[in-house]
């Protein structure tokens, strides 16, 4: 397959509820359809990670990102705009996301992906995309994908072949939430 026709094999298999593997523009993710919340639950299964953990939403773009945050601070809005580093923001409103996606408080990470199947995937879906690391929960991210546990490698659905080969590893993204006046404060650098 080449890379658009793997884009759709994957979108066609997320919208039938099932679980990839996928590339990001920070590490290899897990995802699902978000809009069903027993391919939700299936992914904090497969990592065996605590259920009321909040996952980590992708969108590809500041324009998709809009249609979900209620009210997107100008300085986010500009920071977005320019800085082109994986970036996962803490969004204190938002909306059209199902109640299961949110942490206790009601807010949601979202990140603008700018990795090149990621976007495309996501623009086939026309709809944001969970991702959490491909680890077991407790493990350390891994930082390509030879790094990938095998046996998590046998519990999803389909692992995509694009992308599994890279010059550099790749770290997490940075997670931050922002004040009132757009200050950014830091959860995970």
């Known amino acids: 397959m080449n890379f658009l026709e793997e884009a759709e ?21 897990i995802g699902a359809n978000i809009n069903d919340k ?9 990592k065996q990670r605590p259920p009321n953990k909040s996952f980590i939403v992708l969108v590809n773009s500041l324009e998709m990102l809009k249609r979900y945050v209620i009210r997107l601070h100008p300085r ?9 580093q994986p970036l996962s923001i803490i ?62 490698l046998h519990k999803v659905d389909y692992v995509v072949e694009f992308g599994r080969i890279q010059k ?3 770290q ?5 939430k922002y004040d009132e006046e757009g200050e950014l404060i830091f959860i995970r650098e």
């Open 168 to 170: 550099e590893k790749s």
């Open 9 to 29: 094999f994957s979108a066609q298999l997320i919208l039938k509820n099932e679980v990839i593997l996928y590339p990001t523009d920070t590490i290899w993710g």
């Open 76 to 84: 986010i809005e500009t920071l977005l705009y320019f800085h082109k």
């Open 172 to 176: 997490p993204s940075v997670i931050a």
């Open 91 to 152: 969004y204190p409103h938002v909306k059209d996301i199902p109640d299961y996606l949110l942490a206790d408080d009601k807010s949601l990470a979202i990140r603008v992906c700018h990795h090149p199947f990621c976007k495309e995937l996501i623009r086939i879906l026309d709809q944001p995309l969970i991702s959490t690391s491909a680890n077991f929960s407790g493990e350390p991210s891994p930082g390509d994908f030879s790094e990938i546990n095998p046996l998590l």
């Open 38 to 46: 027993s391919s939700v639950e299936r992914v904090a299964s497969i």
